[in-house]
């Protein structure tokens, strides 16, 4: 291999720390850093670091001296011979990936990193390497996610966290990096967008309790594999007051006068509970979340919930779904929403809605009387999942608009009618 002449890098506090814990195999960084932190160029230059570290060099024997230096007896047996890392970008998607990386990809390879000789494809703006390194960008929708498992890798680095299907996430991406021999290296960040029901906040939260189990903390509530895992997991909270070397006062001054302060928090201080409208602020536009169904739409099925309250007033919600699973379009059609009303009365209202459709019916499982008398009247019941933080994560998961690989939005998996004026308020009030 060239001999690799010196390039300055110069690491600001939580990048330093960053890279420190990146040379551990078998382990997961969330950055939770807002603007002015440099995430993009850390995560950029993290890929030309590792390319420079294993090019040409032998997997099995790098294996030998890593366990060695540490005094691990268990050596990955390398069954197929290979050089390089091989480093995948998870975005949500190559349009993304683009906006993001290329221009940097591009001066990089032809100033201070030519010497690696990487040459990009611009077609998928995959980066190969003549010793054996390569890096390719993956979108993360889910209809890509599908052509994906097969693939294996030694890094992921994933940007956006929360514009991506924690399904995809856990299902596709993390299998990626089985293989006894893979590094088994996981960065990511992004803008937590989804509050504390993300895919960031949920990586941040495990580096946390991860921190706190490495200080030989008793953690309560954890599962067997947790206590594994978690002293694995690494993550910082980081803002442009941890990099004031990269960010001009000026410049956070102006965003602090023309961004609303929950922007501003959620943008540059990487707060998660930053949001205008509290849970749903971030994904529910009512411009264009309501709207009525199209004209003489055959629903696949209809679902029926209801939510039982007295002061705070009871409610029922018709549901047209369109399609299958997870890729069904979700229509909030008509609603009931009243207080002071008697076990009696929400029984023969249901019962309409009962007889008129062929549903699904998913109570709130507080009121075991009452469920009985919504299936005396011909409630067709179902088992409810009554986790507050799985229900708000799956709602907004069906709100966000989603893109395809170009960038063009595909659209969101759940609408809701006009008339349904109080479901409509209650999503800024949530």
Not at 245 to 259: I, R
Request: charged share 25%; with cysteine.
């Amino acid at each position: 291999m060239t001999e690799q002449p010196v390039v300055d890098i110069y690491f600001n506090r939580p990048q330093q720390e960053a890279y420190e814990w990146t040379q551990q195999c078998r382990t997961s960084i969330a950055l939770a850093w807002g603007r002015g932190t440099g995430k993009t160029w850390f995560i950029r230059d993290g890929w030309w670091l590792r390319v420079a570290e294993f090019e040409h060099l032998d997997r099995q024997s790098w294996w030998n001296g890593y366990c060695a230096e540490r005094g691990i007896v268990d050596v990955p047996k390398v069954l197929t011979p290979m050089t390089g890392v091989r480093i995948i970008s998870l975005m949500p998607t190559l349009k993304q990936f683009k906006d993001v990386y290329a221009d940097g990809i591009l001066r990089d390879l032809e100033g201070d990193w030519k010497w690696l000789r990487g040459k990009v494809d611009r077609t998928t703006w995959s980066i190969s390497f003549p010793g054996g390194s390569w890096i390719k960008p993956f979108p993360a929708a889910e209809h890509s996610s599908k052509t994906a498992r097969g693939m294996r890798c030694d890094v992921i680095t994933c940007d956006e966290m929360d514009d991506i299907d924690a399904g995809v996430y856990d299902g596709v991406a993390v299998p990626w990096l089985s293989e006894p021999w893979s590094l088994g290296i996981r960065i990511g960040g992004g803008t937590p967008r989804r509050g504390r029901h993300g895919l960031l906040y949920r990586q941040y939260k495990a580096g946390q309790i991860g921190a706190r189990l490495r200080r030989g903390e008793r953690v309560e509530g954890l599962r067997e594999e947790q206590i594994t895992e978690f002293p694995k997991t690494h993550s910082i909270l980081a803002t442009y007051r941890d990099a004031p070397q990269m960010v001009s006062k000026e410049a956070v001054n102006e965003a602090k006068a023309n961004c609303s302060k929950a922007v501003f928090q959620r943008e540059w201080e990487c707060n998660f509970d930053a949001a205008e409208g509290l849970v749903y602020g971030d994904v529910f536009d009512e411009r264009y979340h309501v709207a009525d169904p199209p004209p003489g739409v055959q629903w696949t099925e209809y679902l029926i919930g209801a939510d039982h309250g007295w002061e705070n007033p009871g409610v029922l919600l018709l549901i047209g779904v369109l399609g299958h699973g997870k890729d069904a379009i979700c229509w909030v059609l008509d609603e009931v929403y009243e207080q002071h009303r008697a076990d009696s009365w929400w029984a023969a209202t249901g019962a309409v809605w009962f007889q008129q459709y062929p549903h699904k019916f998913y109570p709130d499982p507080s009121r075991p009387g009452l469920i009985r008398d919504y299936q005396s009247v011909g409630a067709r019941l179902q088992e409810v999942d009554n986790s507050i933080e799985d229900g708000v994560a799956a709602v907004a998961d069906r709100l966000v608009v989603r893109k395809d690989d170009d960038g063009t939005a595909i659209g969101a998996r759940l609408f809701i009618s006009p008339k349904c004026v109080h479901t409509i308020a209650e999503f800024g009030k949530y």
